[in-house]
């Protein structure tokens, strides 16, 4: 990992603890929370995270990596952890030998993995009831699980399904695949075939407001106060707080040109007027950018600076107008300083792309602190 200390983002584990409280109460007191992980806990830091999910009191963890869960397990976290569909058959009964819970998706891997187990292992299954992805097909589900259990060495201790969906106005279609989800469980428990687990709920289904039968639920997006949906639309959203606080550099070098120089950097070039340009230690390199043909702001003593230029390991500012800038003082790339504010919508809106897309390229780039640590 790339830790520039000049430079860092802040997680705000209260944030987290307030949407995993708001999720208990929208999923209802009684359901199971799977606490979705993946990509480095979606770039904010999954060691932090999981810490923090594990204190506050989840049932379980999901991440789509086998190196994450490893990492995970062996600094301290005790919680099952569920691996999403993941990788070869090899791998996944490497992951049920090593105590995690692989899902399994279709007949084919489970009866090799079955067979490569030398004794019993928790695995999952994954019904597909309409994304179109992963997972056995619900129309031949039943008999996907009706031969699985006969197989050796699988204990299924959960089912599971997935139905998100970008658009709000395609909530009718995952609800309708929420209740055919309900239906195919209650008819196996019916033939006799129950599961400890059984989970079909993520952020979408559960912002929505949609209520199922199911044991649990696995969310993401929510605990990190992110929307699912393409647009910002429902009620829900707005009771969420965003655990990726800020992200922060420091000025390490000032530059006064006056009126006449004729300098490049960010094409100022033969100047009007004299200017003072501000360095960061901060570039493409940590998944910053500067979309040619739109302005974008940073923060600095409370003020907003244009961006200059962003190259390879650096960034440019202008800091015309900002009285007193020094060296050494804050930058905030993301988040508030005094009255100013930079949300993730601001820089992904710059950027072109969705608030996601924003901290998968910013994660890993900067050494995660909390914010306690920061205030403290
Ligand atoms: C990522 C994921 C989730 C969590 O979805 P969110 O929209 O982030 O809540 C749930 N189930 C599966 C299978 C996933 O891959």
């Given at each position: 990992?790339?830790?520039?200390?000049?430079?860092?983002?802040?997680?705000?584990?209260?944030?987290?603890?307030?949407?995993?409280?708001?999720?208990?109460?929208?999923?209802?007191?009684?359901?199971?929370?799977?606490?979705?992980i993946?990509?480095?806990?979606?770039?904010?830091?999954v060691?932090?995270?999981?810490?923090?999910?594990?204190?506050?009191?989840?049932?379980?963890l999901?991440?789509g990596?086998?190196?994450?869960?490893?990492?995970?397990?062996?600094?301290?976290?005790?919680?099952?952890?569920?691996?999403?569909?993941?990788?070869?058959?090899?791998?996944?009964?490497?992951a049920?030998?090593?105590?995690?819970?692989?899902?399994?998706?279709?007949?084919?891997?489970?009866?090799?993995?079955?067979?490569?187990?030398?004794?019993?292992?928790?695995?999952?299954?994954?019904?597909?009831?309409?994304l179109?992805?992963?997972?056995?097909?619900i129309?031949?589900?039943?008999?996907?699980?009706?031969?699985?259990?006969?197989?050796?060495?699988?204990?299924?201790?959960?089912?599971?399904?997935?139905?998100?969906?970008?658009?709000v106005?395609?909530?009718?279609?995952?609800?309708?695949?929420?209740?055919?989800?309900?239906?195919?469980?209650?008819?196996?428990?019916?033939?006799?075939?129950?599961?400890?687990l059984?989970?079909?709920?993520?952020?979408?289904?559960?912002?929505?407001?949609?209520?199922?039968?199911?044991?649990a639920?696995?969310?993401?997006?929510?605990?990190?106060?992110?929307?699912?949906?393409?647009s910002?639309?429902?009620?829900?959203?707005?009771?969420?707080?965003?655990?990726?606080?800020?992200?922060?550099?420091?000025?390490?070098?000032?530059?006064?040109?006056a009126?006449?120089?004729?300098?490049?950097?960010?094409?100022?070039?033969?100047?009007?007027?004299?200017?003072?340009?501000?360095?960061?230690?901060?570039?493409?390199?940590?998944?910053?950018?500067r979309?040619?043909?739109?302005?974008?702001?940073?923060?600095?003593?409370g003020?907003?600076?244009?961006v200059?230029?962003?190259?390879?390991?650096?960034?440019?500012?202008?800091?015309?107008?900002?009285d007193?800038?020094?060296?050494?003082?804050?930058?905030?790339?993301?988040?508030?300083?005094?009255?100013?504010?930079?949300?993730?919508?601001?820089?992904?809106d710059?950027?072109?792309?969705?608030?996601?897309?924003?901290?998968?390229r910013?994660?890993g780039?900067?050494?995660?602190?909390?914010?306690?640590?920061?205030?403290?």
């Amino acid at each position: 990992m790339n830790l520039e200390k000049a430079s860092y983002a802040e997680i705000d584990l209260g944030a987290l603890a307030h949407n995993l409280s708001y999720v208990q109460q929208l999923a209802g007191q009684d359901k199971q929370i799977i606490a979705s992980i993946k990509a480095n806990a979606y770039g904010h830091d999954v060691l932090l995270v999981a810490k923090a999910l594990q204190e506050i009191g989840v049932d379980a963890l999901a991440t789509g990596s086998l190196d994450e869960a490893r990492l995970l397990r062996t600094q301290g976290i005790t919680l099952p952890i569920l691996l999403f569909a993941f990788s070869t058959p090899r791998l996944t009964v490497q992951a049920a030998i090593e105590g995690y819970i692989p899902t399994l998706t279709n007949l084919k891997v489970a009866t090799t993995v079955a067979n490569a187990l030398k004794k019993p292992a928790a695995v999952y299954l994954k019904v597909d009831v309409g994304l179109g992805r992963l997972g056995e097909p619900i129309n031949t589900a039943r008999y996907f699980v009706e031969e699985v259990v006969n197989l050796p060495n699988l204990r299924v201790d959960g089912i599971y399904t997935h139905v998100p969906f970008a658009q709000v106005s395609k909530s009718d279609w995952a609800e309708r695949k929420l209740q055919s989800f309900d239906r195919f469980i209650t008819d196996l428990g019916n033939a006799g075939y129950t599961f400890p687990l059984t989970q079909a709920m993520a952020s979408c289904c559960l912002l929505a407001g949609f209520l199922d039968q199911s044991s649990a639920v696995c969310v993401g997006h929510a605990l990190y106060g992110l929307s699912p949906f393409e647009s910002d639309s429902g009620e829900g959203i707005n009771h969420l707080k965003p655990v990726m606080k800020s992200v922060k550099s420091k000025l390490i070098h000032i530059a006064h040109h006056a009126k006449g120089s004729d300098i490049a950097v960010g094409g100022l070039y033969g100047l009007e007027r004299a200017h003072t340009v501000g360095v960061l230690p901060v570039g493409m390199a940590h998944g910053f950018c500067r979309p040619p043909g739109k302005d974008m702001p940073v923060l600095v003593r409370g003020q907003k600076c244009r961006v200059l230029s962003v190259s390879l390991e650096h960034t440019t500012i202008d800091l015309s107008g900002i009285d007193g800038a020094d060296t050494g003082d804050s930058v905030t790339l993301l988040g508030r300083d005094a009255e100013e504010i930079i949300t993730l919508a601001t820089l992904a809106d710059a950027w072109g792309i969705q608030p996601l897309e924003v901290l998968m390229r910013l994660s890993g780039k900067f050494s995660v602190r909390t914010a306690e640590t920061q205030a403290s």
